[in-house]
């Protein structure tokens, strides 16, 4: 089970650190991923981050603002979000994909086995 945490409002240009918490498993063996998705618009990979945590890749979108991050400690996955633009406002997924190769993710990818149910971000004024 994945849980988002974090979300909320904010006005432009302003920070939110989105969490991705895992309860019931680790997450040492999955690859983390971010996703949003506007209404009528499909699901967009934004952010992932490799189970060894080693590797990152952005979408062009984010790239330069947002910052993703793991501790395999707390089983928890972060997305710290800077210069937050209207644009941005959406809901917020993480999902998890299991994966035995350790410093790989794919930000393009929508093949994930678990989801969050997601948590609202809203950037305005």
């Known amino acids: 089970l994945l849980v988002e945490s974090g979300g909320g409002w904010v006005q432009p240009g302003g920070s939110l650190r989105l969490s991705c918490a895992a309860s019931g498993e680790g997450l040492d063996y999955d690859a983390i991923q971010w996703f949003r998705q506007a209404p009528g618009k499909e699901r967009e990979g934004i952010s992932c981050v490799s189970a060894s945590g080693t590797n990152t890749h952005y979408a062009d979108s984010v790239k330069g603002r947002f910052t993703i991050s793991r501790d395999n400690a707390k089983n928890t996955v972060y997305l710290q979000m800077t210069d937050l633009r209207t644009e941005n406002t959406t809901v917020y997924y993480c999902?998890?994909?299991?994966?035995?190769?350790?410093?790989?993710?794919?930000?393009?990818?929508?093949?994930?086995?678990?989801w969050g149910e997601g948590g609202l971000v809203n950037v305005s004024s």
């Open positions: 999902a998890a994909k299991s994966t035995f190769i350790q410093n790989l993710c794919d930000v393009r990818s929508r093949n994930m086995d678990w």
